[in-house]
């Protein structure tokens, strides 16, 4: 993984050839999902690979969708840091001065930052983790652009890029659920989400993730999940980050997963579709 960080600087500020290289690389769609089927289907061990390195994962979904959840569990169990861009964002807005005011401006109106900007955070934070001797992540939340994706794409193999959807309906509830301890950092989710099943789909259901009672009254709301502008960052994923979607399923990456409902139904099958054994799978499904 070395030199990943410094890769991905120099890309994002380089002319654009080596992006154009990196998508000439694009596999036919169908050879592509036959490939990823056939990855998970050999049962492939994520852990060992000859060359030492861990997996290079990306999630994508919109905003609610619960990417921070199971990305982090997965990083737990594969033991790969977990890296969201949306905290290396809200860790600059936190520090105080003229940088935090500008981001704030744009993430609490529901807008992407810029790619530069995004780069830089996270360059840096690839950074601390190959000092610290790191050997794979999970990437939460970038690429976000088709730009992001192509200079991801043109310095490092993204092993696969898990696409996490849920219905529409429960996406803006879950946002609007979402609640953090602001002592222990723990996530939790206040919504109940019951969408009656119809046009073929079945019912679904998701209970709240309620926090234990030492977290009660420490719990606050993330500035951005408010309506207006949840609505808004869900306008913006389907127009700069759905197409995300469609670059790496022509580069055979996409693994499509429809969430089924809360964390204890949808995290087994999960597991199941990567072709992961969870040493401990009853007891994580219920936390
Ligand atoms: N890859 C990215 N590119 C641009 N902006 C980003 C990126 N990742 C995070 N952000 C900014 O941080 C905000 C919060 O991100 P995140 O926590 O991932 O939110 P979401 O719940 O919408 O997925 C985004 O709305 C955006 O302003």
């Known amino acids: 993984m070395a030199g990943i960080s410094r890769a991905i600087r120099a890309c994002a500020t380089a002319s654009r050839r080596s992006l154009a290289a990196a998508s000439a690389a694009a596999l036919p769609k169908e050879a592509a999902a036959a490939e990823v089927r056939a990855a998970a289907a050999a049962g492939r061990k994520w ?124 996406l803006l509830a879950k946002c609007l659920g979402r609640r953090m301890c602001s002592q222990c950092g723990g996530n939790f989710n206040v919504a109940s989400i019951d969408i009656e099943g119809e046009n073929g789909e079945p019912r679904m259901y998701m209970p709240p993730l309620l926090p234990p009672p030492q977290c009660e009254s420490k719990l606050i709301t993330r500035a951005d999940d408010i309506e207006e502008v949840v609505k808004e960052r869900l306008r913006v994923y389907h127009d700069l980050s759905e197409p995300v979607e469609e670059f790496y399923k022509t580069r055979g990456k996409l693994l499509e997963f429809n969430l089924p409902g809360g964390i204890p139904e949808s995290w087994p099958k999960l597991l199941q579709a990567l072709n992961i054994e969870d040493p401990d799978n009853e007891r994580s499904a219920a936390a």
């Open 47 to 170: 852990r060992e690979r000859e060359d030492g390195r861990r997996v290079q994962w990306v999630f994508l979904g919109c905003p609610g969708v619960g990417k921070g959840t199971y990305a982090s569990r997965l990083s737990q169990l594969l033991d790969v840091p977990h890296i969201a861009t949306g905290d290396l964002v809200r860790e600059a807005l936190a520090s105080p001065g003229p940088f935090s005011k500008q981001l704030a401006e744009i993430v609490n109106h529901g807008k992407l930052v810029s790619d530069e900007i995004i780069i830089n955070l996270l360059s840096r934070r690839l950074e601390e983790g190959e000092e610290k001797g790191e050997l794979g992540f999970i990437l939460d939340g970038f690429p976000r652009t088709i730009r992001q994706a192509e200079i991801l794409e043109g310095v490092t193999d993204i092993d696969l890029v898990i696409n996490l959807k849920l219905r529409e309906e429960a």
